[in-house]
Each structure stands twice: as structure tokens, then as C-alpha cells.
């Protein structure tokens, strides 16, 4: 199709013109008109906020932009690339709610364009881009992200702190036009009072004065406009876990819990869920930051697996998340890929003890023998019990311990943690406790507790290790003195074998560490090391390596390479390793109105480490 266009000297607006015109594949609609409203809303914004650039060599490109020259069109200017900045994200991901908005906005800019500018080439570009949206609009049919009201608060904050930084550089911009020399005090005064409508202590020469106060009062209006919107729309909550899925999941784990030791870590309560047709398999996840996480291998039986995958991949698509795995096993990792055409990639292993074949002795086990002997000389003594055999006095001092004993400000733990302690319904969980009366005993609101381990259940004969918490006034190893004291009283209790930490990279670990690694192996492994500092990954390593374990391995499953970095920010957040949220006392207020996220076991010395490194 060919089209001819006034006021290209440079040829180049045409061609994309035409091929706009023409339509690309239905299916990278999305992307591309997310990049063009990405790169019209920055082009608009920088037509509106410097005089120049209406003036440089770029103003034959910028007149495919909307927008006018006078005071009121640098104000629509900026609105239109501020509004096309904040949906191009949403186009992108397919969402029908900023279809909406760009199909409602372009026009509007394509009009501006017309009467303000008289701008052939720029409404041309508009009103393709609008054709776009409109012929494709089945692209765009991906539903909301869990929200809450909050969102306004955050939009409030952030676009608040944007407009004021973008109405320092539009007051700042006009030099020549300034009277006087004002402070940066006065000129952030002028922005405040702009934002809200006043003129402020800033005074310009000719009509500058009104191309500022018309930008800096649309970027206040832009601000207070969005706010009310995000404050008074519907919510959307985030997906939590039911009575009845509860019931149904816990009935799925009796019949087939003991093939994945991280099964039981589905029951928590922050997670949604889809069931298989059949309703004997179900896949548990999380939405972080637009990634749909699952965690671990599919609850149920494996010849359902296929059917609460292709669900969960569906509830994907409609809401145009990113499907993600973290830890599956490798036959989980093998079904993932098979049914879905997703990628694996190893991620860490799993430690696990087979109880019969542990023993303290032997030289390899003389470290662990030695510590363990000594804080047993020390007077400590250990308890390993079941839930329901703990009187509910004790379980709340132990709960308010772990609370209090936490290292970190907010609690970590997501795949491989469960968020509880001695809930009823949890009864077959056990913890094993260490005790030792001191002069401090009388005083404290703990009582003779020292040391705190809680692992939930893996199929009939097997725990996984939940959590690790003790006081830091205890003798250090009081998490090798109570694993130790689990695994040797797991035969009374029925269980033969243990589940310990997630050791993230273990191999690499491993084999950088040996004679003859190469220089690729041995940089990844000082990497590794150096990261260590923040995410304990190889003291986590070195702690389980103590137990002798077998080593299962864990993988995560991802679309493509490129959802790698999105993926690995998701997953630090679900973990609790990075905190994107409200400031503290707004955070408090809103983790009070829903359950607590869960907790990890950690590395020696260390409180609030975790199974996942």
C-alpha cells in the first residue's frame, strides 16, 4: 500500500507510516504499539518541556508527535507523553484497560494536532496508530493485575515526585526568560504552587510565564486525576487460598504428598490455585510484579499434571502474566517443558537425609560430633514433637520466639515455606526445641527456650525443614544440635527420611572449588562467593554439606531467556529479599488486614535466612 505524506523531507516518516498502515503480524501488534507510544510519549514530553528542541534539527521528526507551540499546547504536550509513558507498559502486556485509554487519547491528540499545529504527518500518525489498536483490538484482551487501593497512594507518591522533578526542569529551562536570579528554593516553591493552580515566586518575560504555569498545572492535574481514579475503582484483590481449596489440597497431599518434599508448602494462605479438570492435580502460585510464580512440582496425581498446567498457562494468558516455576524437581521440570514449551534451567539442590543412613561418627561427621557434644555439655536439652502433642501455652511462646528471635524486618519465604506455626490444622508438623535454665529463665518471656525448628510434613514418612530460629544469646549451634536431635529421634516419630536447606548453585560451588577448574568455572564461583555476602548462598551450601545429604536437583522453568532477569526480581520479592512496597507505618497497617507471609530456615548464625538461598 502506498502512501504519500506532506512534510517528510527525510523519507523515513512515510515508510514507517505505511508499514503502521499496512499492519504487522496481529500478534506483535502489542509490542509495537507499546514502543511507539513509548517513544512518542518521551519525544512529546521533551517537545513540551524544552523550547529548543521545537527548534532543532529533530523538528521535521517531531511533528509526528501531538502537540502545539503555544503555552496551552506544550501543557497538552506533556500530559500526552506523560499518559503514553504510563500505558505503553500495559499495551505491551495486552491490557484492555490501556487499550481503552490509548484508543480514547489518540484521537485527541490526533485533533490537537490538527488545530494547534495543523500537522498532517502528526495526525496521520495518531489516527494509525488508533486504526492499529482498533482492527487488532482482539489482541487486547488480558484482565487486571491484583490491586488494592493502595495503588493510589503509590501513584500518588511516585508521579507526585516525577511531576516535581519534571516541573524543576521546565522552570529551569528558559534561562534567557527568568527575571532575577531565583534560588532553588524559589523555584521549587514555584513548582508547589504551580501543581496546585498559583503563581509562584518565579516571574518569566513575554508568554513564557504562561507556557510554565499551563505545564506545571497539568502536571498537577494529571496527578490528582490519576490518584482518584486508582483511589475509586474496583478493587482487584490478589488470589488467596480458600477453606474449600485447603480442604481439597490437604485431600490431594494424603494421597500423594510424599513425592515431593515441597508439596506441603502449597497450603499456604497467600497463594491462589488451579485444579486440574479432573480436580486430582492443582497448581499453586503467586503474582509478583506481573510473573505468575508456581512453586514446586504440581500437587496430585501425576497423570492429571497436564491439566492444572494447561489451567495455570491459561489464567496466564488471559491476564498476560509471565509463567514462571521456581524449584521443581526434575521430573516436575520434564512435565513443565513437555506440555507447555517452556524452558529449565538448574537452579540449585535440594539436601536431603536419609535417616537410616545417618550417624555421627566417622571423621567426616566429627566437626558436627564435636559441636553437638559440647552445648549438650553446656546443659542444653532437646524436645522433638509433634504439633498436636504441644500444649497451646507452650506453642504460643514458641510462636512469639520465632517472631521476636526473626533477623530481618520482614518475614522471608515463599516455595519452600509455609508462613505457621502449630496451626490446628497443621497438628502432624513437628518442632523440635532446645532448652537450658539460666539465671535469665525467671525473667524471660520465653522461659527456658532457646532454639526453635519446625518442619512440615512430607508424605507419611518424611518432614521438610520449614524454618530455624534462636535466641542469639544461645551458644552457637543450636541448628546443628537440633537437626542433629531430629534426625536421631525421626524413628520414634516414623520418619525416614529429612529434607534440609535449597542450596542455590551447588555445583558450581562445588566444582569451581576442585583441582583442575577451569577459569569460566572457577570466575563463576567467585561470583558466587562475592554474592554470598547478601544472599548466603555459599554458607548455605557448607551447612548442609555437614549432614552428608543426597543432593536432588531443582530447577526453574521459564518462556524465554529475556524473562530471566523479570523472573529473578520476582522471585527475590516473593522471597522476601527485596521489599518494593508502602513505607513502614503504611506497610503495617496493610499486612495487618491479611496473613502474614511465611518464614525461612537459616544458616547457622544467621536468623532469618532460608531454605532458597
Given amino acids: 500500500m502506498s502512501v504519500t505524506l506532506d512534510g517528510d523531507k527525510s523519507g523515513l516518516v512515510p515508510r514507517a507510516v505505511r508499514k503502521l498502515v499496512r499492519g504487522p503480524r496481529p500478534e506483535a501488534v502489542p509490542a509495537l504499539v507499546g ?55 500495559g499495551l505491551k502486556r495486552r491490557k484492555r484497560r490501556a487499550w481503552r485509554a490509548a484508543v480514547a487519547l489518540l484521537p485527541a491528540g490526533a485533533a490537537a494536532q490538527f488545530t494547534y499545529r495543523h500537522s498532517v504527518i502528526g495526525t496521520v500518525v495518531s489516527l494509525a496508530l488508533c486504526y492499529l489498536l482498533v482492527r487488532h483490538r482482539s489482541e487486547f484482551t488480558a484482565l487486571p493485575d491484583p490491586r488494592s487501593r493502595w495503588r493510589a497512594l503509590a501513584n500518588f ?24 536570579n531565583p534560588s532553588i528554593a524559589d523555584r521549587l516553591q514555584h513548582v508547589l504552587y504551580g501543581m496546585f493552580g498559583f503563581e509562584g515566586p518565579v516571574e518569566y518575560a513575554g508568554v513564557t510565564s504562561w507556557t510554565v504555569a499551563y505545564s506545571l498545572g497539568a502536571l498537577g492535574l494529571l496527578t490528582a486525576v490519576t490518584t482518584i481514579y486508582l483511589a475509586f475503582r474496583p478493587e482487584h484483590p490478589a488470589a488467596r487460598l480458600t477453606e474449600e481449596d485447603e480442604l481439597r489440597l490437604r485431600a490431594l497431599l494424603d494421597r500423594h504428598g510424599g513425592r515431593d518434599s515441597l508439596g506441603h508448602f502449597a497450603l499456604r494462605r497467600d497463594k491462589g490455585v488451579v485444579f486440574s479438570p479432573s480436580g486430582k492435580a492443582a497448581v499453586c502460585y503467586r503474582v509478583v510484579s506481573g510473573v505468575m510464580l508456581a512453586s514446586g512440582d504440581p500437587i496430585g496425581d501425576v497423570e492429571a499434571w497436564p491439566g492444572a498446567i494447561e489451567r495455570f498457562m491459561d489464567e496466564a494468558k488471559a491476564h498476560s502474566w509471565t509463567p514462571a516455576v521456581m524449584g521443581c524437581s526434575e521430573t516436575g521440570g520434564e512435565v513443565w517443558t513437555r506440555e507447555t514449551g517452556l524452558d529449565a534451567l538448574e537452579l540449585g539442590d535440594e539436601a536431603v537425609v536419609d535417616v537410616a543412613d545417618f550417624s555421627l561418627a566417622g571423621r567426616a561427621m566429627r566437626n558436627v560430633r564435636q559441636m553437638v557434644k559440647r552445648i549438650e555439655r553446656a546443659g542444653y536439652e532437646t524436645r522433638v514433637r509433634r504439633v498436636h502433642d504441644i500444649g497451646e501455652t507452650e506453642l504460643a511462646r514458641i510462636r512469639r520466639a520465632a517472631s521476636d528471635w526473626r533477623g530481618t524486618d520482614t518475614e522471608r519465604g515463599f516455595s519452600m515455606a509455609l508462613g505457621r506455626i502449630g496451626d490446628p490444622a497443621d497438628g502432624d508438623c513437628v518442632i523440635a526445641t532446645a532448652h537450658k535454665a539460666d539465671e535469665r529463665t525467671a525473667d524471660s518471656a520465653y522461659g527456658d527456650l532457646k532454639a526453635v525448628i519446625h518442619f512440615v510434613p512430607w508424605g507419611t514418612d518424611g518432614m521438610s525443614l520449614e524454618l530455624m530460629r534462636r535466641d542469639r544469646s544461645a551458644d552457637p549451634g543450636m541448628n546443628e544440635l537440633l537437626i542433629v536431635a531430629s ?20 555445583s558450581a560451588l562445588a566444582r569451581g572449588e576442585r583441582l583442575g577448574a577451569g577459569p569460566v568455572l572457577r570466575g563463576w564461583r567467585g561470583l558466587l562467593i562475592f554474592l554470598s555476602r547478601w544472599f548466603q548462598i555459599e554458607s548455605l551450601y557448607k551447612f548442609n554439606a555437614k549432614f552428608r545429604p543426597r543432593w536432588e536437583p531443582r530447577f526453574v522453568v521459564y518462556r524465554t531467556s529475556r524473562d530471566l532477569p523479570r523472573i529473578s526480581f520476582a522471585a527475590m520479592q516473593a522471597e522476601g529479599f527485596v521489599n518494593v512496597g508502602l513505607p513502614r507505618p503504611f506497610a503495617r497497617r496493610f499486612a495487618s488486614a491479611r496473613p502474614l507471609p511465611c518464614a525461612h530456615a537459616p544458616v547457622t548464625g544467621q536468623e532469618h535466612g532460608a531454605r532458597t538461598a
Avoid: W, Y
Avoid at 487 to 506: H, V
Fill in 487 to 506: 534426625l536421631q529421634d525421626a524413628p520414634r516419630l516414623g520418619i525416614e527420611r529429612i529434607s534440609l536447606n535449597f542450596a542455590m548453585f551447588r
Fill in 35 to 89: 514502543t511507539a507510544c513509548s517513544f512518542v510519549g518521551l519525544i512529546d514530553v521533551a517537545a513540551g518541556v524544552f523550547p529548543r528542541f521545537r527548534h532543532s534539527r529533530m523538528h521535521t521528526l517531531a511533528e509526528v508527535l501531538p502537540g502545539a507551540l503555544g503555552p496551552f499546547a506544550a501543557a497538552l504536550s506533556l500530559s500526552a507523553g506523560v499518559l503514553l509513558l504510563l500505558l505503553a507498559h
Fill in 157 to 180: 507518591v511516585l508521579l507526585g515526585a516525577g511531576s516535581l522533578g519534571l516541573g524543576l526542569v521546565i522552570v529551569s529551562v528558559h534561562p534567557g526568560r527568568v527575571v532575577g
